[in-house]
């Protein structure tokens, strides 16, 4: 029996991505996700305030605090492997 780790390995391209996880997920689940990277993403640029975030993104402020504690104090380091390796896909 695979994982689900293992099926979203086996996910080449964003398409291919944005199909599985319409099927496995509800809408709103979905946007629950985008909405936290994006939320990682402007984190990551060190200038925005939580306030700031909230009002660009209408996450909540508990999701804000919820990825911030993600990136900086919890052991995973999961949305910074992410970013990394699209920084280095990404041309300067």
């Keep these: 029996m695979h994982t689900l780790w293992q099926a979203l390995c ?3 391209k964003a398409e291919e ?3 599985f996880f ?3 997920c509800t809408p709103h689940e979905v946007n ?3 909405e936290r990277w ?3 993403q402007l984190l990551s ?3 925005y ?3 700031e975030i909230h009002k660009m993104t209408g996450a909540s402020l508990t999701t804000i605090g919820r990825v911030a504690r993600f990136l900086k104090d919890e052991p995973y380091k999961g949305y910074q ?3 990394e390796k699209l920084k280095k896909e990404t041309p300067s």
Excluded: F
């Design 10 to 12: 086996k996910i080449e």
């Design 17 to 19: 991505a944005e199909a």
């Design 22 to 24: 319409k099927d496995l």
């Design 32 to 34: 629950a996700l985008q």
């Design 38 to 40: 994006r939320v990682c």
């Design 45 to 47: 640029e060190e200038k």
């Design 49 to 51: 305030s939580y306030r």
């Design 81 to 83: 492997l992410i970013q």
